[in-house]
Structure formats: structure tokens, C-alpha cells
């Protein structure tokens, strides 16, 4: 009976030096690829790595994780501005992504996920950068100018639109649509004022529908879907094959 205690005992101890090994590993690997997605991505802090499942120790020896979340607070993507060409940057926040089956290459030193979901906003400051938000002309003495992007209730965007007309000044509220297609997103104004429609639908459309192109997310992750809400758009990504690190 006292050596099948003592054996007890042993196993015990082990086990919990096993668990106490095994989370320490992981804080370590967490710290180490949160340096190395700062490295490659360019990132001004750290991101948040967390890497979920156990034990961690028996995944690293398969070559494999389970599930690693990521989260950046800022980014900045290089995009492409439809409305008045060449490139700038928008700030893309809280930018959050689960990844599964993470496998490693090149001894360790890089990782890439079969599949990735997430989350990110887009604040409307930000959004408004693709916006026309100079005085534009429509017609001779009459322009027009997006000054303000809000949150229109109903997943809409509130676009206020400033028509001048003579010297004086109007700004209209048009509530509009938010979609993806591909890498953009898209705002297109679901009906316009009647002053504006006499004016020219066409011409009118060309200031309140815009867009806004972002094919630099981390990882290689892509837009799946977006919509409008009270401090700014939230965005859906995915991707497939996401590079996580190296």
C-alpha cells in the first residue's frame, strides 16, 4: 500500500509539472509568433496571440495547432481609392481572427492556417476618405460634397450630402446601402432628395455612391461581408491557406 501511495504521489507531481511545462510553453510560443506577426505585418505594437487546446506540448510535436486567435487593435491597410485614384491608408480596428489547424514549415519558423474567421470596424472617419469630400461640380454653380458619414440605423449609413447651389448651401441626409464585392466595399445611396433627382440621378450619384478597396489584410484574409453600425462598418473576413507568421 505505501509504494502504490508513493506511485500515486509520483504521478501526481508529474502531472502537474507536465501542466506547468506545458502553459509555460505556451506563453512562451504566444510571445514568439506575437513577434513575429509585429515583424511581418509591420505592426506598430504586438498583437494578441492566444493559442487555445491541450495539451500544447504533444501539438507542437505533431507540427500542428488546433485553433490560434489572433487579435490586432490597429491596422493600417494600403488601399486603392476608387474616387480619386492612387493609393493612401485607412485605419482598420480591432481586427480579430481565428485560426484553425495552424501547421508549421521551415522549422518552426513560419505557420499557415488552413481555414480563418473574423471580425474588424471600420470607423466612419475612416470610410469617409473614399468619399468625394471636396466641393465637386455637377452642373455650372452647383456642387456638391459628402461632409459627414454616421450611423443610420437598420444597418444603413447616414450619408449627409452638402449641395450648394448659387452660394447657398444645403445638406441633405441619404440613408444608403453597404455591401462587398470582392476586396471593396461599396456605399450606394437607396434614394435621393427630390432637389438632387431634378438636378441629375446620375450626376448626383457619382458624389454620394463610392468605394473603397482593402486587399491588404493580414494574412492574406479577405472581406466576407459588412455592415453598418453605430461608431463605424463591421466587416466580416475569411480565408483560406491565412499565413500567420514567416
Avoid: C, W
Avoid at 123 to 141: C, M, N, R, V, W
Avoid at 175 to 193: C, E, F, I, R, Y
Avoid at 197 to 213: E, K, M, N, P, Y
Amino acid at each position: 500500500m505505501r509504494g502504490l501511495r508513493i506511485l500515486l504521489t509520483v504521478v501526481v507531481i508529474l502531472g502537474v509539472l507536465f501542466v506547468v511545462v506545458d502553459r509555460v510553453a505556451v506563453y512562451f510560443a504566444q510571445d514568439e509568433a506575437a513577434g513575429k506577426v509585429q515583424t511581418s505585418e509591420n505592426l506598430a505594437s504586438a498583437p494578441d496571440v492566444s493559442i487555445k487546446g491541450f495539451p500544447f506540448l504533444t501539438q507542437v510535436a505533431s507540427g500542428e495547432l488546433d485553433d490560434v486567435e489572433l487579435g490586432i487593435k490597429t491596422y493600417e491597410a494600403t488601399t486603392a481609392n476608387t474616387s480619386g485614384g492612387g493609393t493612401s491608408t485607412i485605419r482598420i480596428d480591432d481586427l480579430k481572427a481565428d485560426m484553425k489547424d495552424v501547421k508549421f514549415s521551415n522549422g518552426y519558423s513560419s505557420a499557415t492556417a488552413a481555414s480563418a474567421t473574423g471580425s474588424a470596424s471600420i470607423a466612419y472617419d475612416q470610410l469617409l476618405k473614399a468619399a468625394k469630400s471636396q466641393p465637386t461640380d455637377i452642373f455650372t454653380g452647383v456642387t456638391a460634397q459628402v461632409v459627414n458619414l454616421s450611423d443610420g440605423g437598420d444597418g444603413k449609413i447616414k450619408v449627409d450630402v452638402k449641395i450648394s447651389v448659387g452660394g447657398r448651401e444645403t445638406t441633405y441626409p441619404v440613408l444608403s446601402t453597404v455591401t462587398v464585392d470582392g476586396d471593396t466595399v461599396k456605399v450606394h445611396a437607396d434614394n435621393l432628395p427630390k432637389l438632387v433627382v431634378d438636378l441629375a440621378d446620375s450626376r448626383i450619384r457619382s458624389i454620394t455612391d463610392f468605394q473603397q478597396t482593402i486587399d491588404q489584410l493580414p494574412g492574406g484574409v479577405k472581406l466576407a461581408s459588412v455592415q453598418a453600425a453605430k461608431n463605424g462598418v463591421e466587416i466580416k473576413v475569411k480565408g483560406s491557406n491565412v499565413r500567420l507568421a514567416g
